[in-house]
């Protein structure tokens, strides 16, 4: 057996990484003017606060939870004054191939960083500012294992069908009442039936039989809340050839049979202040709820029963939803979100800028079997507006136009009847208009419109109302010269004749039952003040 001289050199597959730099974001300063030492790749690992860094002559945003990777010829720049906390990791790469890291990108240079990454960063940080607290090879230690973790989760995440998986459950959310088969998911997949099936298991936590099942079960269950056929309609509706074998899924999925589930008292979760509203207006207290602060301000809530409002993907939301685990969840339509819900019970999505608060009412009240008590409540509302209609036929008499204002730190904005801000009530309950130029740049078919300070005084209105109070619009300087004059004596100008300051902005975010009610009473109340 033929041996080599100890002089002589082996090739090396192998790269070696090791910590040149180690600095908390919040102290870091990487531009051009202070470049990273030559040779070096870095990782970014962000545990909390946002902004932006210039990788490339690309501006990534990048937040808690995320983590940046790069080689040694990227150019970054991370700006002074940013808010991003977390870990900056400078590492030069020695022997093999520089790029061989390469492979924790896998074209991505941004992705979620798991927390125990975090944990492993912020221990290399503590570390490498404390040396004489540590062994000699501890730091290179940690390190090492931080790589080594975040080379096997960058392994995982490639493996992902993110190329695949959102074609077909849009294709399953699309034909979920047809014959759908593996073999047709995976040729629209692309890939091979066998892979498709242990991917789409790791990806949705079932199998693909399961997951169309569980899809038909939950469209099943959102008829039954909203008005169901009998039971042979409803499965030839949801995918089924007849009731009985409809009825047979159902119970294996929900626990108990589709009558059952129509007689039984519904526990909700609600992802939405105003739907929350909607609840407690037909007496419903929601097992889980979002709540707007002016809802809290007149009743305190218990934090077992809160939810923030934070989205579908904010942390441990899904896990106080199935521990919660609701008959259903009322939400807004959440494109593709509501998929990631699918497990813990069926969403009533309700189309935001298409339905009404009353339309919104009364769907919530036929999902909760409280209709009567809804119209019951819409007839003692309506009764209220028929006596502020009195009052304002006798004070002012013909309405005019109106519009509201909402005042950010530098525009403002103004609403249709579909965003709410009290416009549902001035332009559908008593009788106020839109003025004319509003209407021509929009605003019906947008919603909203954005509006320069200085450009407000076009826009032609006999009442303008400001959700804030008179106090916080003067502390913005370029209001002054709008609000002053207005203020000491109806005009006749561009503006119009009145300005009325509500004070009362988180009142005024509600579309919804209540938040109605009450907006209705403060708006006639300045108007016959």
Known sequence: MQTRNAGSSWPNPHSFYIPVRVAALDQASINRDNPIQPFTSFLAVITGGSGVIELNGEHIRLSGGHILCSDSSADNRLPHGHKLQGVWIEYAVISGNIRTFSPLNHGQP?????????????????????????????????FTELLSELYDNSAEYAERPTQWIDRVLHHIESHY??????????????????????????????????????????????????????????ALEVGYSEGTYLSRKFKQVVGISPSAFHRKSKSVVSLNFNHTASLHALEVVPRLGVYSAWME????????????????????????????????????????????????????????????????FRLIAEVTGRQPQAEAWLSHYDWHCYQANQLLDRQIG???????????????????????????????????????????????????????????ARYSADHIFITSSRKAAEALEPLQSFLHPVQQQPINGSVGGRIYFLNQSGMFYGFDPLSSKAQLKVLVQALTS
Request: aromatic share 8%; net charge neutral; charged share 20%.
């Open 297 to 360: 301000s007149m009743q305190p809530v218990p934090s077992r029963k809160k939810l923030l409002d934070e989205g579908i993907g904010s942390e441990g939301l899904y896990e106080r939803l199935a521990s919660a685990r609701p008959d259903v969840i009322i939400s807004y339509s959440l494109p593709d979100k509501s998929k990631q819900l699918l497990s813990v019970a069926p969403v009533i999505e309700i189309p935001f800028m298409q339905m009404d608060w009353r339309e919104q």
């Open 177 to 234: 009442n047809e014959d759908l088969t593996r073999e047709q998911a995976a040729g629209l997949a692309g890939i091979t039936p066998e892979h498709f099936s242990r991917s789409f298991r790791k990806f949705t936590g079932q199998t693909f039989n399961e997951y169309i099942t569980l899809m038909r079960i939950r469209k099943a269950q959102q008829r039954i809340l909203t008005g169901a056929p009998n039971l042979s309609t409803l």
């Open 398 to 456: 013909d309405r005019g136009t109106a519009m509201v204002l909402e005042l950010g730190a530098e525009t403002a904005y103004c609403f249709s009847s579909s965003y709410g801000r009290g416009t549902q009530i001035l332009y559908h309950d008593l009788g106020f208009r839109p003025p004319l130029g509003l209407v021509a740049e929009g605003l019906l078919d947008k919603g909203y419109l954005e509006i320069a300070f200085h450009n407000i």
């Open 110 to 142: 941004v992705r979620s960083c798991p927390p125990h990454l975090s944990t492993l960063a912020v221990q290399l940080l503590n570390g490498w500012n404390q040396p004489e607290q540590h062994t000699p090879f501890a730091l290179q230690a940690l």
